[in-house]
């Protein structure tokens, strides 16, 4: 990416309706937004930086330089939302001040006047440069960059007007935050590679070295054995400051400013991790504690510097889509998943709708090969066309099958109960197929005798694997991070020999990704001459030797989107996805022709009546109970809620009585992932995991597009149980990725192909992830607002606030920077975190990921409802609960009531906080509850806590006309729970029956396939 082509204007982009009878409505032009000016008073996460002559400090206050006077005061804002500025630095003629800036989808060095005129770029390229400092003579800038690509962050010089850089150190550790001392060498934060939780790694600053830049001579100054070392500076006569920080990982506390030594405070506890300023030898400026502190180390004072900053708050205003909650009509199928092209190029296996289909191409309907309500995924074809691979969970773990699609003859190669089998790819000679586990290991497992080993260890959320036509190697879709301090990098493709397991990398194309780690391949030609990808969301060829090794440039086949590529048996075609559509590509002549497929499906609407006799009812909102209620639904809506008995029954009415139970809404998971990550080793469980919960909605964070949205069909069609889903696809992220579902963008023309395939998909949200630059967030928030009808969020607090997305999807998560402006590393967020969100009016979710809260209520380990999960899941539980019994920690205690404190300040505002947990990375279920409980432990009332996954996450949706609440004229969605959960959170918690759109389960009928229960089955019978 470049600066340039961010500065260009929007494509002007016609969204053609996909043809299916029951369009969505596409969105009116927003109005216009509401806007406002916040002011604050403190900064979590702010850096500074004082000019020589000690009266003028330039702060990095959300993302945004300030400048201020010594004395205090009102902060003049220098740079705008979208130029990313961060880490200031003053050049010691007061002039100039340089600083890191994201502003091109790449961290470059930037400087300009003091004033904020004069913004000038400084570095260029693929390379993150970060930690800009001049030296003492002002004419060099150190900094920290990732830019020879060799696995490490060094330290790099560069003139200050630009040039060259020049390489300083070379060490495989990383080496960052680069200090001048004033005679002119260079000091640095070395670290080392540690884990810190199981399977992930990070570098953690371990030393201060100083290097010499003109001889290279180092030495080290500071070395610690635990904690964490940030951001070295010097002082005029040569004493060191750092930043350290007790703890690790996510208990990282206190944080101290230590000068030769020893820490400068025993006020200040919340040091933030940038360089102190040096106003003088014995005087010093840096952030701490949400302020702005000056300490005179002579007198040993600290003195707060007080300061106000304004911040301009927009809160855009659109039309929300149609969701068609209460539409019988029928609807074409969309989410047509993982497509396999017949050997003879006359077929086409593929998902929907909770089955295998199989289309004979020229006849548009095609036919069920299953009729099971189990999980279905990953259809494959055997070279000789007799066998389709695929993955059910119909014995309880996914496990691949072969069936014949002539016969229906099927084979269970190697039946596992422990291990789950995903992607299953067949040799070309028939005898092998490979899949992948829980864990990201690629096993290679023989068909005749289900002998299984494993051929390529773990990498992290791998892609579908493909046989070279001689047999010999496996090419694989998986992440290459650029260094350790940072987990990004690019999905590249991995060579594994089979014979003697050796790996080799090999890029796609230079900085650009495999799209996603799924079904975009890399996928052999039956030919041996060349494999297929997608990339930029294009279909690409890369010619390959007879060992599949890559010998030339990617060569693009298409300018649209693609997904999911495979080949005929003569390699002559190539089938792929087309936003919803299948087509094939003639690989000679290029010529694509549409396949015509006519599959569709009608929403599950109930009929009849349903009255529930209830001995409380808390309808979603407030603190007020009713009691001795009858609860009237007909269809999929809430009739009347009365005292009991007020009303007659309806003829022919089903009648629930639950005379020790409450009824209330069914609970919001507001930030999950249910087609990606753990989630894709789930199957069949995850939906009714979550039911048996209470959990009757999900908000899609991010997700494989086409499995999201068949699994959304799925539920709609009543093929598969599960909540209600408002789904999406992959996150929208920049030239740098991570997780499997996270789109790599290089380009304006494919962040628009991005925006129409979420559009055509019938998406309901759209998620813009770590590396995306704020100024393409801009165009994600207009494209979803404006085309779709749908809300945006991101990881940050600025585009939330003062740019356009609707909300913030955690507290605090992975950023870009390494720091979060919503939270200290810490864990505190302060005033201005608390202002910007309640007062913008965006939503936070908070998410708290921390297991080891279970040992507060060690006995949910031991609910049979989450023998519903896959066995190593639910060992994930229950050794989750041992840890945190066996060793309580009170450092993350104190993190999760940072958390809740933050909820309760911003609630208190009347700002929308709602309640999520990232599952399937924490526990599914368990760990909604666990929020919920961990709300109430620390200051809310059982009521406000339910209403951040009832009411509140309703309307922070923009769905509380329908959802959230059990009023007249609302979706029944709703749960009956034994005992008040109103006076005993922990109550929620004892789900009993569930309704779903009007659909009523009992917790053993949910449960039914997977764990024999009996909860709820006298109360609410099956059908």
């Given at each position: 990416?470049r600066?340039?082509?961010?500065?260009?204007?929007?494509?002007?982009?016609?969204?053609?309706?996909?043809?299916?009878?029951?369009?969505?409505a596409?969105?009116?032009?927003?109005?216009?937004?509401?806007?406002?000016t916040?002011?604050?008073?403190?900064?979590?996460?702010?850096?500074?930086?004082?000019?020589?002559?000690?009266?003028?400090?330039?702060?990095?206050?959300?993302?945004?330089?300030?400048?201020?006077?010594i004395?205090?005061?009102?902060?003049?804002?220098?740079?705008?939302?979208?130029?990313?500025?961060?880490?200031?630095?003053?050049?010691?003629?007061?002039?100039?001040?340089?600083?890191?800036?994201?502003?091109g989808?790449?961290?470059?060095?930037?400087?300009?006047?003091?004033?904020?005129?004069?913004?000038?770029?400084?570095?260029?390229?693929?390379?993150?440069?970060?930690?800009?400092r001049?030296?003492?003579?002002?004419?060099?800038?150190?900094?920290?960059?990732?830019?020879?690509?060799?696995?490490?962050?060094?330290?790099?010089?560069?003139?200050i007007?630009?040039?060259?850089?020049?390489?300083?150190?070379?060490?495989?550790n990383?080496?960052?935050?680069?200090?001048?001392?004033?005679?002119?060498?260079?000091?640095?934060?070395?670290?080392?590679?540690?884990?810190?939780?199981?399977?992930?790694?990070?570098?953690?600053?371990?030393?201060?070295?100083?290097?010499?830049?003109?001889?290279?001579?180092?030495?080290?100054?500071?070395?610690?054995?635990?904690?964490r070392?940030?951001?070295?500076?010097?002082?005029?006569?040569?004493k060191?400051?750092?930043?350290?920080?007790?703890?690790?990982?996510?208990?990282?506390?206190?944080?101290?400013?230590?000068?030769?030594?020893?820490?400068?405070?025993?006020?200040?506890d919340?040091a933030?991790?940038?360089?102190?300023?040096?106003?003088?030898?014995?005087?010093?400026?840096?952030?701490?504690?949400?302020?702005?502190?000056?300490?005179?180390?002579?007198?040993?004072?600290?003195t707060?510097?007080?300061?106000?900053?304004?911040?301009?708050?927009?809160?855009?205003?659109?039309?929300?889509k149609?969701?068609?909650?209460?539409?019988?009509?029928?609807?074409?199928?969309?989410?047509?998943?993982?497509?396999?092209?017949?050997?003879?190029?006359?077929?086409?296996?593929?998902?929907?709708?909770?089955?295998?289909?199989?289309?004979?191409i020229?006849?548009?309907?095609?036919?069920?090969?299953?009729?099971?309500?189990?999980?279905?995924?990953?259809?494959?074809?055997?070279?000789?066309?007799?066998?389709?691979?695929?993955?059910?969970?119909?014995?309880?773990?996914?496990?691949?099958?072969?069936?014949?699609?002539?016969?229906?003859?099927?084979?269970?190669?190697?039946?596992s109960?422990?291990?789950?089998?995903?992607?299953?790819?067949?040799?070309?000679?028939?005898?092998?197929?490979?899949?992948?586990?829980?864990?990201?290991?690629?096993?290679?497992?023989?068909?005749?005798?289900?002998?299984?080993?494993?051929?390529?260890?773990?990498?992290?959320?791998?892609?579908?694997?493909?046989?070279?036509?001689?047999?010999?190697?496996?090419?694989?879709?998986t992440?290459?991070?650029?260094?350790?301090?940072?987990?990004?990098?690019?999905?590249?493709?991995?060579?594994?020999?089979?014979?003697?397991?050796?790996?080799?990398?090999?890029?796609?194309?230079?900085?650009?990704?495999?799209?996603?780690?799924?079904?975009?391949?890399?996928?052999?030609?039956?030919?041996?001459?060349?494999?297929?990808?997608?990339?930029?969301?294009?279909?690409?060829?890369?010619?390959?030797?007879?060992?599949?090794?890559?010998?030339?440039?990617?060569?693009?086949?298409?300018?649209?989107?693609?997904?999911?590529?495979?080949?005929?048996?003569?390699?002559?075609?190539?089938?792929?996805?087309?936003?919803?559509?299948?087509?094939?590509?003639?690989?000679?002549?290029?010529?694509?022709?549409?396949?015509?497929?006519?599959?569709?499906?009608?929403?599950?609407?109930?009929?009849?009546?349903?009255?529930?006799?209830?001995?409380?009812?808390?309808?979603?909102?407030?603190?007020?109970?009713?009691?001795?209620?009858?609860?009237?639904?007909?269809?999929?809506?809430?009739?009347?809620?009365?005292?009991?008995?007020?009303?007659?029954?309806?003829?022919?009415?089903?009648?629930?009585?639950?005379?020790?139970?409450?009824?209330?809404?069914?609970?919001?998971?507001?930030?999950?992932?249910?087609?990606?990550?753990?989630?894709?080793?789930?199957?069949?469980?995850?939906?009714?995991?979550?039911?048996?919960?209470?959990?009757?909605?999900?908000?899609?964070?991010?997700?494989?597009?086409?499995?999201?949205?068949e699994?959304?069909?799925?539920?709609?069609?009543g093929?598969?149980?599960?909540?209600?889903?408002?789904?999406?696809?992959?996150?929208?992220?920049?030239?740098?990725?991570?997780?499997?579902?996270?789109?790599?963008?290089?380009?304006?023309?494919?962040?628009?192909?991005?925006?129409q395939?979420?559009?055509?998909?019938?998406?309901?949200?759209?998620?813009?992830?770590?590396?995306?630059?704020?100024?393409?967030?801009?165009?994600?928030?207009?494209?979803?607002?404006?085309?779709?009808?749908?809300?945006?969020?991101?990881?940050?607090?600025?585009?939330?606030?003062?740019?356009?997305?609707?909300?913030?999807?955690?507290?605090?998560?992975?950023?870009r920077?390494?720091?979060?402006?919503?939270?200290?590393?810490?864990?505190?967020?302060?005033?201005?975190?608390q202002?910007?969100?309640a007062?913008?009016?965006?939503?936070?979710?908070?998410?708290?990921?921390?297991?080891?809260?279970?040992?507060?209520?060690?006995?949910?380990?031991?609910?049979?409802?989450?023998?519903?999960?896959?066995?190593?899941?639910?060992?994930?539980?229950?050794?989750?609960?041992?840890a945190?019994?066996?060793?309580?920690?009170?450092?993350?205690?104190?993190?999760?009531?940072?958390?809740?404190?933050?909820?309760?300040?911003?609630l208190?505002?009347?700002?929308?906080?709602?309640?999520?947990?990232?599952?399937?990375?924490?526990?599914?279920?368990?760990?909604?509850h666990?929020?919920l409980?961990?709300?109430?432990?620390?200051?809310?009332?059982?009521?406000?806590?339910?209403?951040?996954?009832?009411?509140?996450?309703?309307?922070?949706?923009?769905?509380?006309?329908?959802?959230?609440t059990?009023?007249?004229g609302?979706?029944?969605?709703?749960?009956?729970?034994?005992?008040?959960?109103?006076?005993?959170?922990?109550?929620?918690?004892?789900?009993?029956?569930?309704?779903?759109?009007?659909?009523?389960r009992?917790?053993?009928?949910?449960?039914?396939?997977?764990?024999?229960?009996?909860?709820?089955?006298t109360?609410?019978?099956?059908?």
């Amino acid at each position: 990416m470049r600066l340039s082509a961010l500065a260009s204007a929007a494509l002007l982009l016609s969204v053609p309706a996909f043809s299916q009878p029951a369009k969505p409505a596409t969105a009116k032009p927003a109005s216009a937004p509401k806007n406002r000016t916040i002011t604050i008073h403190e900064g979590t996460n702010m850096a500074s930086t004082v000019s020589p002559d000690g009266k003028t400090v330039i702060l990095d206050l959300q993302g945004m330089l300030f400048s201020l006077g010594i004395e205090g005061g009102k902060a003049k804002q220098l740079t705008q939302p979208t130029d990313e500025a961060a880490y200031p630095g003053f050049a010691p003629d007061g002039k100039t001040v340089v600083f890191q800036s994201y502003a091109g989808g790449t961290f470059h060095v930037w400087k300009m006047n003091a004033d904020g005129t004069g913004l000038k770029q400084v570095t260029s390229g693929h390379g993150d440069d970060r930690e800009p400092r001049i030296s003492p003579d002002g004419k060099t800038i150190a900094f920290a960059s990732d830019r020879d690509f060799k696995g490490s962050y060094d330290i790099w010089t560069v003139g200050i007007d630009g040039g060259e850089p020049k390489q300083i150190t070379s060490g495989t550790n990383d080496e960052y935050e680069p200090g001048w001392t004033p005679d002119g060498k260079i000091v640095y934060v070395s670290a080392v590679d540690e884990e810190i939780i199981p399977g992930l790694r990070v570098a953690t600053g371990r030393q201060v070295i100083q290097v010499d830049p003109s001889t290279l001579e180092k030495k080290t100054l500071v070395e610690v054995k635990s904690g964490r070392i940030d951001s070295p500076s010097v002082s005029p006569d040569g004493k060191l400051a750092y930043i350290y920080f007790s703890g690790s990982g996510q208990t990282l506390f206190p944080s101290k400013l230590i000068v030769d030594g020893k820490p400068v405070s025993s006020k200040y506890d919340d040091a933030f991790p940038f360089e102190a300023a040096w106003i003088s030898p014995t005087s010093l400026l840096y952030t701490t504690n949400g302020k702005l502190v000056k300490t005179d180390l002579s007198a040993k004072t600290e003195t707060e510097i007080p300061f106000t900053a304004d911040i301009k708050s927009i809160r855009p205003i659109f039309k929300s889509k149609d969701y068609r909650f209460d539409s019988k009509l029928p609807r074409q199928a969309l989410g047509l998943y993982g497509p396999a092209l017949s050997p003879d190029g006359k077929q086409v296996a593929f998902v929907a709708l909770n089955q295998l289909y199989l289309l004979t191409i020229g006849n548009p309907v095609p036919k069920a090969l299953t009729g099971d309500s189990f999980y279905k995924q990953g259809p494959m074809w055997s070279a000789d066309g007799k066998w389709i691979a695929y993955v059910s969970d119909k014995d309880g773990v996914e496990n691949v099958y072969l069936l014949d699609p002539k016969t229906g003859e099927e084979k269970h190669p190697s039946p596992s109960k422990t291990t789950a089998q995903i992607f299953p790819a067949l040799s070309p000679d028939c005898k092998w197929f490979t899949s992948q586990d829980q864990t990201g290991a690629t096993h290679l497992t023989e068909i005749a005798t289900g002998k299984d080993s494993i051929v390529a260890p773990a990498t992290f959320f791998p892609g579908r694997a493909s046989f070279t036509t001689n047999g010999k190697t496996l090419a694989i879709a998986t992440i290459h991070p650029y260094t350790k301090r940072f987990r990004e990098g690019t999905s590249d493709i991995l060579l594994v020999d089979i014979a003697t397991k050796k790996q080799t990398w090999h890029k796609p194309a230079p900085f650009e990704s495999v799209t996603t780690r799924t079904e975009d391949g890399p996928i052999y030609s039956p030919t041996g001459k060349e494999m297929a990808f997608v990339m930029s969301d294009v279909l690409y060829t890369m010619p390959v030797d007879e060992n599949g090794v890559p010998t030339g440039k990617a060569e693009p086949l298409n300018n649209e989107v693609t997904d999911a590529p495979t080949y005929s048996g003569d390699g002559s075609k190539l089938l792929y996805l087309n936003n919803g559509k299948l087509k094939l590509i003639d690989r000679k002549t290029k010529a694509i022709t549409p396949v015509a497929v006519n599959l569709k499906y009608t929403p599950e609407q109930p009929t009849g009546s349903t009255v529930i006799h209830a001995a409380r009812f808390w309808k979603g909102s407030g603190p007020d109970v009713r009691t001795d209620v009858d609860v009237l639904v007909t269809g999929n809506r809430v009739v009347s809620v009365t005292p009991h008995g007020a009303k007659p029954v309806p003829a022919g009415a089903k009648a629930i009585d639950a005379p020790n139970s409450t009824v209330l809404p069914g609970l919001w998971e507001n930030h999950a992932h249910p087609n990606s990550d753990n989630s894709i080793y789930y199957g069949d469980r995850m939906g009714r995991l979550w039911m048996a919960y209470g959990i009757t909605t999900l908000r899609d964070m991010a997700d494989n597009a086409y499995r999201a949205v068949e699994e959304k069909e799925a539920f709609v069609s009543g093929a598969a149980v599960g909540p209600r889903l408002f789904a999406t696809g992959e996150a929208v992220d920049g030239e740098r990725v991570y997780y499997p579902m996270m789109i790599a963008t290089t380009s304006e023309a494919q962040l628009q192909r991005e925006f129409q395939r979420l559009h055509a998909l019938d998406f309901d949200f759209l998620k813009l992830y770590v590396r995306l630059p704020y100024s393409w967030m801009k165009k994600g928030d207009e494209f979803a607002h404006n085309v779709m009808g749908v809300q945006t969020a991101s990881h940050y607090l600025l585009p939330a606030v003062a740019i356009g997305n609707d909300g913030m999807s955690h507290v605090s998560a992975t950023a870009r920077t390494g720091w979060a402006y919503s939270r200290s590393l810490t864990g505190f967020s302060y005033s201005d975190v608390q202002q910007l969100e309640a007062e913008s009016g965006m939503w936070t979710i908070s998410t708290l990921l921390n297991q080891s809260i279970i040992g507060n209520w060690p006995a949910m380990a031991d609910d049979s409802r989450y023998n519903i999960a896959p066995p190593w899941e639910k060992n994930r539980l229950v050794n989750a609960r041992n840890a945190a019994v066996k060793n309580p920690s009170t450092a993350s205690e104190d993190r999760v009531m940072r958390e809740e404190s933050t909820v309760k300040g911003v609630l208190d505002r009347k700002g929308l906080y709602i309640g999520g947990t990232d599952s399937p990375l924490d526990l599914p279920s368990t760990s909604l509850h666990l929020n919920l409980r961990s709300q109430v432990k620390y200051g809310l009332q059982p009521w406000q806590a339910l209403e951040t996954v009832t009411s509140i996450a309703a309307k922070a949706a923009l769905l509380d006309k329908d959802l959230g609440t059990l009023e007249k004229g609302k979706l029944a969605d709703l749960i009956i729970v034994d005992g008040n959960p109103l006076t005993n959170i922990n109550d929620v918690t004892n789900v009993q029956c569930v309704m779903t759109n009007g659909h009523l389960r009992s917790v053993a009928e949910i449960a039914a396939p997977f764990e024999k229960l009996t909860t709820g089955a006298t109360m609410c019978p099956a059908k």
